[in-house]
Nanobody
Framework: QVQLVESGGGLVQAGGSLRLSCAVS????????MGWFRQAPGKEREFVAV????????NYEDSVKGRFTISRDNAKSTVYLQMNSLKPEDTAVYFC????????????????????WGQGTQVTVSS
């Protein structure tokens, strides 16, 4: 059984930083792209960032480009999201997700490309 467990969320003031982690078990982690999505109350779950299986390619939603950085450590089966210069509009539950296709070369930015999801971690940015 594939499990994804996010951690690192919390309450932070605007302009601050957080680092999210997602630990993956039950799958050959290094063969799949990994993504981060977020969902605010009453809104659709939206794409944030994705990283290729080998970690050599990334893509970001325009609103977070230059502020967020996705990375992965395949030896530890963990993907990270470093979030800097946080804004109140970044407030959401952040979800880690695993792509259903191994070694995908065109990185997916839509929810239906991902078939395993973590439970989510809350990020709240004040003021």
């Amino acid at each position: 059984q594939v499990q994804l467990v996010e951690s690192g969320g919390g309450l932070v003031q605007a302009g601050g930083s957080l680092r999210l982690s997602c630990a993956v078990s039950g799958r050959t982690f290094s063969t799949y792209p990994m993504g981060w999505f977020r969902q605010a109350p009453g809104k659709e779950r939206e794409f944030v960032a994705v990283i290729s299986s080998g970690g050599f390619a990334t893509n970001y939603e325009d609103s977070v480009k230059g502020r967020f950085t996705i990375s992965r450590d395949n030896a530890k089966s963990t993907v990270y999201l470093q979030m800097n210069s946080l804004k109140p509009e970044d407030t959401a539950v952040y979800f880690c997700a695993a792509d259903r296709v191994s070694f995908r070369s065109v990185l997916a930015t839509t929810r239906d490309a991902y078939n395993y999801w973590g439970q989510g971690t809350q990020v709240t940015v004040s003021s």
